[in-house]
């Protein structure tokens, strides 16, 4: 897939900071550079990604006079923040102890990711958007300097540009599992609405259309299992799973390489 933000997303910059990191990042991803010293900057794209309070986050324009979107490296509400945190949850459940090599390849925001990494699973993480890409390396790169990572010496996940069904077709070692967490399209009419992240990511980049192919080659890539996180409301992926473990309104189905 051939991503092209043209006329959905500029650089933007505040003043502060190098500039040409900025003038770097914009070349990059092929997209504009704007300035907050230009009349009418923010009148031509809907989303904007800049440096603000040490990350880079990514902005619509209900966030442009504050906030935005970064990765958070930080363990969620209720996660330990011990290392490796304890393998318990859903999650944890669905890769298993035994489980040691884990590929996510459905990245996103990171945030499963970075929870299978406090496990103490080792992790290399695939993201095929270039926008998540920009936000996963800064983060990363935050994460390092992070005391406990940087005081254990422990590396970052590994993370590997491109579209999945394709990286997973070239592996040379076959993890013990692969993760995919693909965008369904929403379902629930009353439920609440869905996080802004998710929200925002859906409508730079769509839902996953792919989300077939992608099992299919997950499945022939891994050494023993899939796991697939959907909501509760969606139709199992890969058809009926060996095992799934539920959580708060959606599901891990897993499914074994036999």
Request: charged residues 25%.
């Amino acid at each position: 897939m051939t991503f092209s933000y043209s006329g959905k997303l500029a650089v933007l910059y505040e003043g502060l900071g190098d500039l040409a990191a900025y003038q770097q990042l914009a070349g990059r991803l092929s997209v504009p550079l704007r300035s907050v010293s230009m009349p009418g900057y923010d009148q031509q794209e809907s989303f904007f990604l800049c440096w603000r309070e040490g990350s880079l986050k990514l902005i619509d324009r209900q966030l442009l006079r504050k906030g935005g979107m970064a990765v958070e490296i930080e363990p969620r509400p209720g996660e330990q923040r011990s290392w490796p945190a304890p393998k318990t949850g859903a999650l944890a459940q669905a890769i298993g102890r035994k489980t040691k090599t884990v590929i996510d390849a459905t990245t996103g925001w990171g945030q499963d990711s970075l929870h299978i990494f406090r496990m103490g699973y080792e992790l290399r993480c695939i993201e095929r958007s270039p926008v998540m890409l920009e936000l996963l390396a800064d983060a990363f790169a935050r994460l390092t300097q992070l005391d406990w990572v940087s005081r254990l010496k422990l590396e970052p996940p590994e993370l590997i540009p491109g579209n999945a069904i394709a990286v997973l077709s070239e592996l040379e070692h076959a993890p013990d599992c692969i993760y995919l967490d693909p965008m369904f399209p929403p379902k629930r009419k009353k439920s609440a609405l869905a996080k802004k992240s998710m929200t925002v990511l859906r409508d730079l980049l769509g839902d996953d259309e792919d989300k077939d192919q992608l099992f299919a080659a997950a499945m022939k890539a891994t050494a023993k299992k899939v796991v697939v996180k959907s909501p509760d409301d969606v139709e199992p992926l890969g058809g009926a799973p060996h095992e799934s473990f539920s959580g708060k309104l959606l599901r891990y189905d897993v499914y074994l390489k036999v």
